[in-house]
């Protein structure tokens, strides 16, 4: 595991696009230890080679811990009934059965969802988003005023987030639909809409004139300061994944009794 | 390509003739119409090494004339253009904005909207990454430029973490990076605090000594600008040349005429002008506040007007209004407020000052219950008309307190000028009559009665401002709380609401504002707050405070420009002197020039 070094300093697509076979994989099992297996391996690699500090790795341990123990007993209740009616019962809920086989099918269904997420983290914690846009329009060649345009577009949500907060404060104060419950809630975040949309809007434009005026878009190409390489090392990661997954498939299987 | 350069070291940057643009004016059938022609007919030239300053009352097509000159207008922002308008030997009209950027670079108001990557490196490079210079030449430029600004040290930091001023200065180096030899500054400094502004014209000024660059200048602030420019060029209402020149020369030389049109002039030159009325021998006229010192230096001064100082009687035996006590916020793990204790006694129109980021505005807003803190991040308590503005009934804190804030159309909650008053009211379950009675009189007194059934947002921006302070208004509140009211307004919209304000003060309207535009607060406050790391530094009358340097510089802040002259007189009788009413003359008619944008 070692010899993988920083994965943040690899392709971000093989990151981001190399897991997606795995993530296909992972939906078709219906088992509980292939899925399981999958997460922990990528935990493993995030934990070795994510270089995340030691208090995020907790919070994604217990995340997926406390997801798995929600989604079991969740959708262990939503399992139909006659699937599971040949297994033991474990407790008798206010008139609902609770079946061993429906936790079955409910820890399943929570340990694919927790390797799903692993997977996309193992992508999204490595990798910033400047840096997936450089790799999508040097390695597939992606417009690069699509790219930036949307990196562009990313940086206005904080803005966005601080005017909502300031426009809800001012509705408050001028008493706009004032009062507890779900009708009432949603008219008054109707009215947040034509003055964020008034400011957005107008927010937008002065962005893009700025950009124009910054030589945004005058060739079909532009210089890309930071070279994001595609390697052999990359390839070997993407390999490694998918012998990884394969190796998790073989090892559930065997593990498992016939 | 074939390029025109007759002489590379004196040819025009820029030159522009008989420039007349007209915007198109979006119609509800999809069609549009178009707008007056705004500038019309101008001729003028940005040669190497000049600043050149471009003057105007609101809506004579200064801004647009700015876009104009690298194309944004009409190739991005839909108008007629007529004329020719030549660019670093480019014919603008033919070549589309963002290959003009090598030539013309532009810096624009707002530091927020032109922002574009995620850190300052990043930002620099922008610019010439976009026209294919190698990476090894980006690079090299970008250090040079943010050197050049002092902004090397903060390459790696996200430019959402500079000051507003800072991020003016980013911009500079964005400009320098891609090598345009023309700046276009359309109110750069608009937005900033005066701390930022100092930096940034200090920055200029070094970006145009080496004489290579050109500056074509659209500034409200002639107190900064005026010693960065070196030629004025003026235009009408209606968008045509009034005069151009060399500054002393335009703006010393023709003075009245210029303030006759609706143009702003330097605080000093105004004084002057007061004094010369008041038969004060000055000539030539000042610009500045220590030609202003030497001119009045040199002649026998009257005695000043009487400088009222507040005959008040100690805050607690009076009517107090609002009163905060020992107030500590703390957010994010940052102490916003650090035990501010204030009263504000009925009738006082108290100016809350301070840097970006002193915690003015937060103060302001839990005042007036638009912040209501968690129990947790809160120490100290605030009473306003003896409501706890956090926890009461918002139809009886709309009776104790008016809040206006910084930009109007966030409080529009209704669809038409007219309920937008009312709806107030009607929540008070003010019976029918009455709401109609006050509605009217509110829209008469501020101007809106034509406008009544349109929406607010439809409005132009100081008519949104006006109703904006209609509608904090028209509960008749205790006290009136105004956020930064005239921040990235211009000069002519700041002096017609803090005009407004004084009406409603006299009217016996308690206010407060937050501000950071030293002169204005001068003029209008009675008394002064200033707040500096989320604690009060000083309190006080305009008159004492605003002429104490090391106080003002402390919190971030300038002394204003009549007191920095004043101050420096050998005649100790006119140190007090901070205000123009305080000068002996009788009040110029045509200084405060309101209603521009109507």
């Known amino acids: 595991m070692n010899g993988l070094g920083d994965l943040r300093t690899y392709n971000p697509l093989v990151k981001v696009l190399g897991p997606v076979p795995v993530m296909v994989y992972v939906v078709t099992t219906r088992d509980v230890l292939t899925p399981a297996l999958v997460a922990l391996g990528a935990f493993a690699v995030l934990a070795v080679a994510g270089r995340q500090s030691p208090r995020v790795l907790a919070a994604i341990a217990g995340g997926a811990a406390a997801l798995t123990v929600v989604m079991t007993f969740s959708f262990g209740l939503l399992t139909d009934p006659a699937l599971v009616a040949d297994t033991t019962v474990l407790a008798t809920v206010g008139g ?32 910033s988003g400047a840096d997936v846009v450089r790799a999508m329009t040097q390695q597939l060649h992606l417009p690069y005023r699509v790219g930036y345009a949307a990196l562009a577009a990313l940086r206005f949500v904080p803005r966005f987030g601080h005017e909502l907060e300031v426009i809800r404060g001012a509705h408050r104060v001028r008493g706009v639909a004032p009062g507890r419950g779900p009708v009432v809630a949603v008219r008054r975040q109707a009215g947040y809409v034509v003055p964020l949309l008034a400011g957005g809007i107008r927010h937008a434009e002065r962005v893009s004139l700025a950009m124009d005026a910054r030589g945004f878009g005058a060739h079909p190409t532009r210089t890309e300061r930071t070279v994001v390489p595609f390697g052999a090392r990359d390839v070997v990661l993407l390999l490694s994944f998918w012998a990884g997954a394969a190796a998790c498939a073989v090892l559930a299987a065997t593990l498992t009794p016939a | 390509m074939r390029f025109a350069y007759p002489d590379p070291v004196t040819s025009p940057l820029l030159e522009l003739r008989g420039l007349r643009v007209r915007h198109h004016l979006p119609l509800d059938d999809g069609g549009h119409r178009l707008g007056d022609p705004a500038p019309d007919g101008v001729d003028l030239a940005v040669r190497p090494g000049e600043v050149v300053l471009l003057l105007g009352p609101s809506g004579c097509g200064k801004s647009t004339l700015a876009l104009a000159t690298n194309g944004l207008v009409p190739h991005v922002v839909d108008a007629d253009v007529t004329g020719t308008l030549t660019a670093g030997g480019h014919d603008v009209a033919a070549t589309r904005p963002p290959l003009l950027a090598a030539d013309v670079a532009m810096v624009f108001q707002d530091p927020d909207a032109q922002v574009v990557t995620g850190s300052v490196l990043d930002e620099v490079c922008f610019a010439p990454e976009n026209l294919r210079r190698p990476p090894a ?64 014209y200090a920055t200029l000024r070094s970006v ?34 009034a005069t151009s020149g060399p500054v002393r020369e335009v703006l010393a030389g023709r003075a009245e005429e210029l303030a006759e049109l609706g143009v702003w002039l330097p605080t000093t030159t105004l004084a002057a002008l007061r004094l010369r009325a008041a038969g004060v021998p000055i000539d030539p006229l000042p610009l500045t506040p220590a030609e202003l010192t030497g001119a009045l230096d040199a002649v026998s001064l009257p005695a000043p007007v009487a400088v009222q100082e507040p005959d008040v009687p100690p805050v607690d035996r009076r009517d107090v209004v609002v009163s905060v006590d020992h107030l500590t916020v703390r957010r994010g793990g940052r102490t916003v407020l ?74 529009f909650v209704t669809g038409r000028v007219d309920d937008e008053l009312a709806h107030g ?155 123009l009413a305080d000068l002996p003359a009788a009040r110029l008619p045509a200084v405060h020039l309101a209603g521009a944008d109507a």
């Open chain 2, 425 to 579: 009211l009607r929540l008070r379950g003010v019976p029918d009559g009455e709401v109609v009675a006050r509605v009217d009189d509110v829209l008469d007194r501020f101007g809106l009665g034509a406008l009544r059934d349109r929406h607010p947002f439809w409005l132009s921006g100081g008519q949104k401002r006006r109703l904006s302070v209609g509608t904090a208004i028209v509960c008749r509140p205790d006290v009136l709380v105004l956020d930064e009211p005239t921040y990235g307004q211009d000069r002519e919209r700041a002096v017609e609401l803090l005009d407004l304000l004084t009406t409603l003060h006299d009217d016996g309207t308690t206010v407060v504002v937050v501000s950071h535009d030293m002169q204005l607060v001068a003029e209008h406050a009675t008394r002064v707050v200033a707040l500096a790391g989320g604690r009060v530094v000083a309190d006080g009358s305009p008159a004492v405070l605003l002429r104490d340097d090391a106080v003002l510089a402390a919190a971030g802040l300038r002394t204003p420009p009549l007191a920095r002259a004043t101050g420096a007189l050998r005649d100790p009788a006119w140190h007090a002197v901070t205000r």
């Open chain 2, 137 to 200: 030449e980006v690079l090299a430029r970008a250090e040079g430029a943010l050197r050049q600004v002092g902004l090397w040290e903060r390459r790696g930091d996200d430019p959402a973490l500079l000051s507003g001023g800072g991020r003016q200065r980013l911009a500079l180096a964005c400009a320098l990076a891609v090598g345009a030899r023309l700046l276009v500054l359309d109110e750069p400094t608009a937005n900033l605090d005066p701390d930022g502004v100092e930096q940034f």
């Open chain 1, 96 to 127: 609902f059965e609770v079946r061993s086989g429906a936790l079955a099918t409910g820890l399943a269904t929570a340990v694919r969802t927790v390797a799903l997420m692993m997977l996309v983290l193992l992508g999204g914690l490595t990798t």
């Open chain 2, 208 to 241: 145009t000594a080496s004489g290579e660059r050109g500056v074509l200048l659209v500034e409200h602030d002639l107190d900064a600008a005026v010693e960065a420019a070196d030629r004025v060029v003026v235009l009408d209402a209606a968008g045509r040349v």
């Open chain 2, 338 to 411: 650090d035990d501010v204790s204030l009263d504000v006694a009925r009738g006082d129109l108290l100016a809350l000052v301070g840097a970006n980021g002193a915690g003015k505005t937060t103060l302001a807003q839990l005042v007036a219950g638009v912040l209501r803190p968690r129990r947790r991040a809160v120490a100290g308590s605030v009473r306003v008309g003896g409501l706890d503005p956090w926890r009461a009934d918002v139809r009886d804190l709309t009776a104790a307190v008016g809040f206006v804030f910084q930009n109007p159309e966030h409080q």
